[in-house]
């Protein structure tokens, strides 16, 4: 795990110290709303639908036992509204038809781009906040506002067997120089970009404004692969490819080429237009060709300024050293033997057996592996934990995984140095605590954001359907049975639940002041067996809440009845549809909408 440098954490302390002064003049009224809106957006603190919402900023999705347990303290101590606030918000929740869970407190919620939100803090207790963030080397810097947003990567990242090259080292450098960009500040809309480097994109690449994919050359150079123009929102487009290969010391120079042409033109007067997918759309060839040139602008004529030395390189790559985990004999054959009895305790234990076949994945070292705790089970919303869960969590972290865990892009938490001959004691203790749900790329296992039950933003509630989900398909047998399937819901066409890479997505419209839903069928985040890249393709017309999940059931029986075998085992959803198309699956989702039209009317 990156360790941070001097620097680093009085950079966080003195930005602390001056969100309070900020917020002092702000509650004393030498700054109106309006000027104080922006310097608290630069901090990551919106306001929703009902409160204050916190966006922390997670780099590259590390995080340490000791973060979480601050976050655990920020959750118990802080994310608690007064009772006439909550007594209110519930109410009006009350009153909205379909399906209307209660709003719940004391929690932090993991986001797919692998931060941690807070939706109940007090604007006035915010500086005491940040101060305890600053304690742990955390803050909300660029979680918000048109500036370029934390860089996402893969959270295997370091320890995947498929892995080309480790990303973190050059996140972390990108980190480093986007933070507080002079001139990357206000940009025409937020800016993301992600970075992977295994041959599996588990990092979405595709669907970000600059996907990079570290790659070697013939000779073994190493290299970025460069995506321009990817996003969601009201239109999906797939990154396109700019640069085959780039030099991986001149990916700080071409970053720079590729957002000062974005800021120079993109779009101000339409916020729905102003995203780089929007220009590289229109502009096509003409904008790589003016990337190009502002590149050889800033290399050849202005001397590189931001050329990578590999003296700096080799500095920020040391702060990633594996952890010591008193391995006393890591040998081939003390692993042979450590792998041998968790497979006599698997045979003993099938509950085990599942968790190791659904949760574990092999690590760079035959002595480790990495271990996913999953965040979705009924009465939760996907990606909540609460104060006690944030603190469990950080005492397995602590225990099983040298004090290192990731913030994954499905809403989960990896534990990436776990000891082989320990996995069979952390699935008792995190069985105990709920974590050890054996769901993981199954269908349960879901992205969804928050919805209308707390952004102001959303067209719908997300949650509801979630868990009208979850607790539909709580059978592990039934589950196992359907197999690999990502599942996305989104409130909104922002996109948050990215609805439109989901293998089944949901996204939430408003039509005539109620809520509907359109399902979307086949998108991909180009991972496993799904697929390049794709938006899904929208179902029929939009459903009722109460359709919902007897569509989605539709759906899914349609795909047992029409899966074939394969590879010695049955078809996946993704892989069916691809065969069949879609047909089959929009007539079984609009015969199902009229059975749950005729009940509710029965």
């Known amino acids: 795990m990156y360790q941070y440098t001097e620097f680093d954490k009085q950079f966080v302390r003195a930005r602390a110290a001056q969100h309070r002064d900020q917020l002092e003049r702000f509650q004393s009224g030498q700054l109106s709303s309006d000027e104080f809106k922006p310097l608290r957006l630069q901090n990551g603190w919106y306001v929703q639908r009902y409160a204050p919402m916190l966006r922390v900023a997670v780099p590259y999705g590390e995080i340490s036992a000791a973060q979480l347990s601050v976050l655990a303290r920020i959750a118990r101590e802080f994310d608690t509204p007064d009772a006439e606030l909550l007594a209110t918000a519930q109410a009006t929740q009350d009153k909205l038809p379909g399906l209307a869970p209660k709003l719940t407190t004391n929690y932090g919620h993991f986001t797919t781009r692998q931060n941690v939100q807070f939706n109940w803090i007090p604007l006035s207790q915010s500086a005491d906040v940040m101060d305890l963030l600053a304690s742990v080397n955390m803050h909300g810097i660029q979680t918000s506002g048109n500036c370029i947003r934390n860089?996402?990567?893969?959270?295997?990242?370091?320890?995947?067997?498929?892995?080309?090259?480790?990303?973190?080292?050059?996140?972390?450098?990108?980190?480093?120089?986007?933070?507080?960009?002079?001139?990357?500040?206000?940009?025409?809309?937020?800016?993301k970009i992600a970075i992977t480097g295994a041959s599996q994109d588990r990092a979405a690449i595709g669907w970000h404004d600059v996907g990079l994919q570290m790659v070697k050359n013939a000779v073994g150079e190493v290299g970025f692969k460069v995506?321009?123009?990817g996003g969601m929102g009201r239109t999906p487009v797939v990154g396109s490819q700019i640069r085959e290969f780039l030099p991986w010391d001149q990916i700080m120079n071409y970053l720079e080429a590729v957002i000062r042409v974005y800021n120079r033109w993109g779009r101000r007067d339409n916020l729905?237009?102003?995203?780089?997918?929007?220009?590289?759309?229109?502009?096509?060839?003409?904008?790589?060709?003016?990337?190009?040139?502002?590149?050889?602008?800033?290399?050849?004529?202005?001397?590189?300024?931001?050329?990578?030395?590999?003296?700096?390189?080799?500095?920020?790559?040391?702060?990633?050293?594996?952890?010591?985990?008193?391995?006393?004999?890591?040998?081939?054959?003390?692993?042979?033997?450590?792998?041998?009895?968790?497979?006599?305790?698997?045979?003993k234990t099938p509950a085990f057996a599942r968790w190791i076949a659904q949760n574990v994945v092999p690590h760079?070292?035959?002595?480790?592996?990495?271990?996913?705790?999953?965040?979705?089970?009924v009465g939760q919303a996907p990606g909540d934990a609460t104060a006690d869960q944030l603190d469990a969590a950080a005492a397995l972290v602590a225990k099983f995984s040298a004090g290192e865990a990731r913030?994954?892009?499905?809403?989960?938490?990896?534990?990436?140095?776990?000891?082989?001959?320990?996995?069979?004691?952390?699935?008792l203790e995190a069985k105990a605590l709920g974590l050890a749900q054996p769901n993981i790329g199954l269908l349960t296992d879901m992205i969804a954001c928050p919805g209308g039950d707390y952004c102001s933003l959303a067209n719908a509630r997300s949650l509801p359907l979630a868990a009208a989900i979850t607790e539909r398909y709580q059978d592990l047998d039934e589950l196992d049975d359907l197999g690999h399937i990502d599942f996305h819901i989104s409130g909104c066409i922002n996109s948050c639940g990215h609805h439109h890479s989901g293998h089944?997505?949901?996204?939430?419209?408003?039509?005539?002041?109620?809520?509907?839903?359109?399902?979307?069928?086949?998108?991909?985040?180009?991972?496993?067996?799904?697929?390049?890249?794709?938006?899904?393709?929208?179902?029929?017309p939009s459903f009722s809440s109460f359709e919902v999940p007897d569509v989605i059931e539709a759906v899914l029986n349609t795909y047992k009845a029409l899966r074939q075998p394969a590879l010695g085992r049955h078809e996946y959803f993704i892989e069916t549809l691809h065969r069949v198309g879609q047909d089959p699956f929009k007539a079984a989702a609009n015969a199902a909408r009229h059975r749950a039209a005729d009940a509710q009317t029965a």
């Open 151 to 191: 860089t996402t990567t893969d959270e295997l990242a370091g320890v995947s067997v498929d892995e080309v090259v480790d990303p973190r080292p050059y996140a972390e450098l990108i980190r480093q120089w986007s933070t507080l960009h002079p001139e990357f500040a206000f940009l025409p809309r937020k800016f």
């Open 227 to 229: 995506l321009i123009g």
């Open 272 to 347: 729905y237009k102003a995203r780089i997918k929007i220009l590289v759309k229109a502009e096509g060839q003409r904008y790589f060709d003016e990337v190009e040139a502002e590149y050889t602008q800033i290399v050849e004529k202005d001397g590189g300024l931001h050329t990578i030395p590999q003296a700096e390189f080799d500095r920020v790559a040391a702060c990633f050293l594996a952890p010591a985990l008193n391995l006393k004999q890591n040998t081939p054959e003390w692993a042979a033997k450590a792998e041998a009895d968790v497979s006599i305790e698997a045979a």
């Open 364 to 377: 760079q070292n035959p002595a480790l592996r990495a271990v996913k705790l999953s965040f979705k089970r």
């Open 407 to 427: 913030v994954t892009h499905t809403q989960n938490l990896v534990l990436p140095w776990v000891r082989l001959d320990q996995l069979h004691a952390l699935w």
């Open 504 to 540: 089944i997505g949901i996204l939430g419209v408003d039509k005539d002041g109620k809520e509907w839903y359109q399902v979307t069928l086949g998108g991909s985040d180009g991972k496993d067996l799904s697929g390049p890249t794709v938006p899904g393709k929208v179902v029929g």
